[in-house]
């Protein structure tokens, strides 16, 4: 597409010509702080030309270029043949991508799994497990870089040998957080990329993280929300899938009670697919079943627990904290056994202590003998154990 050009004016950087070429004039505009992408790219839709966005400060393209360079980034633009949102453009549309290691293969061949900064330890197995399974099946697995959910499912992709994609909302070279430094370093190690509108040196800010979200949803064929509440981000990359048409949506489930599961149980009820474990992911993507894999994470019952710590485990299940006033309401026990119940499955490695109260961390690997059988594990997720086949190391914060 042509886009029509002007002579120079007042308030263009003193590098500009109108002779300067198209990719040049975004790359400055690219790194220059505050139009958004989105600006550029819907004047780009109405056939003008870019120029009038830049401003005096804007910098030399050639600085732009040699700096990225340095860093091992690309600049891509649509047209370009590794352009990966040709099949599904991002709406807002996006008008430029930096790149670092291996461009995203595209929708057809990407999963998104995402959840939230304080995803609980049975909803970062989830993640952990389902990065892992979609990574066997040759998927590439896209997220947020973000800490808990989103790390968690990158984490399990590379365990598994596979290739996943981080869409961050800051420069690339930016560990944000940096509690995730190393596995950005890991990512690209592995042959996988990471990918944002922000040039280098940009920061990460609030206003970054929605529009990022959409690229998640744009980059991958599905997204699969493993941990929302009920004003999560994850919802954003949600919203951005089924505005897509074409987009598969599929989301975790949760007890009612239990905050990180509110906007899983939202979209499930508005029509996305519910998952019970790896198996409904691959049948979604019209993928051969997993099958015989283990759940996660497992530990093994404790001896001589008895009824009472079932009934706890099985209130706590779903990862949420919870009080111990709430958990004798809704397993009615008195105080003595409810007490006696919590020590056992603490010490068996089933439960941990908050400053709000309890929460489960592992699932039953086998029922007891004497009838005490442990609760059917919800959410149920199929797919290989994580690292010992107990609880998961936690990611870090995202957005």
Not at 232 to 250: D, H, K, N, P, Q
Not at 264 to 278: E, P
Not at 295 to 313: D, F, I, M, T
Request: proline share 12%; aromatic share 4%; glycine share 16%.
């Amino acid at each position: 597409m042509s886009h029509r050009r002007r002579p120079r004016a007042a308030g263009l950087p003193p590098w500009w010509s109108p002779e300067r070429p198209f990719r040049e004039v975004l790359l400055a505009l690219a790194a220059t702080p505050g139009p958004l992408p989105a600006v550029t790219a819907d004047r780009l839709a109405q056939g003008l030309a870019p120029d009038d966005l830049l401003r005096p400060d804007s910098p030399d393209p050639a600085r732009v270029a040699a700096t990225l360079e340095a860093l091992g980034q690309r600049f891509v633009l649509p047209g370009d043949p590794a352009w990966p949102l040709a099949a599904t453009p991002p709406e807002p549309p996006c008008a430029w991508l930096f790149v670092a290691g291996t461009v995203p293969p595209g929708p057809a061949w990407s999963v998104a799994v995402v959840g939230g900064r304080r995803a609980s330890p049975l909803r970062l197995a989830v993640a952990r497990s389902l990065g892992a399974g979609l990574a066997r099946a040759g998927r590439c697995v896209v997220s947020g870089g973000a800490a808990g959910a989103d790390a968690a499912a990158h984490h399990g992709a590379l365990d598994a040998g596979g290739r996943t994609v981080a869409v961050l909302g800051c420069g690339l070279e930016v560990a944000y957080p940096r509690s995730n430094a190393v596995l950005f370093h890991r990512i690209l190690e592995a042959g996988g990329g990471l990918v944002g509108e922000h040039p280098p040196g940009g920061r990460p800010r609030a206003a970054h993280f929605p529009p990022r979200n959409r690229l998640i949803s744009a980059l991958a064929g599905a997204v699969v929300v493993v941990e929302a509440g009920s004003r999560s981000g994850s919802l954003t990359t949600a919203r951005a899938a089924g505005g897509r048409g074409g987009g598969r949506l599929l989301a975790v489930p949760g007890a009612p009670w239990d905050q990180g599961a509110t906007g899983c149980n939202d979209l499930i009820r508005d029509g996305a697919t519910l998952v019970r474990g790896l198996d409904d992911v691959l049948a979604e993507l019209e993928l051969a079943p997993a099958g015989g894999a283990p759940e996660l994470p497992l530990r093994r019952w404790p001896a001589g627990a008895g009824p009472a710590a079932r009934a706890v485990l099985d209130a706590l299940v779903d990862g949420q904290v919870m009080g111990t006033a709430r958990l004798a309401a809704l397993t009615g026990l008195p105080p003595e056994p409810l007490a006696v119940a919590v020590v056992e499955l603490e010490l068996a490695g089933f439960v941990r202590r908050l400053a709000g109260g309890l929460q489960a961390v592992a699932l039953p690997l086998a029922a007891p003998r004497g009838g005490h059988g442990p609760p059917v594990p919800r959410p149920r997720v199929s797919g290989a154990a994580g690292p010992g086949g107990g609880t998961p190391a936690p990611g870090g914060p995202g957005g």
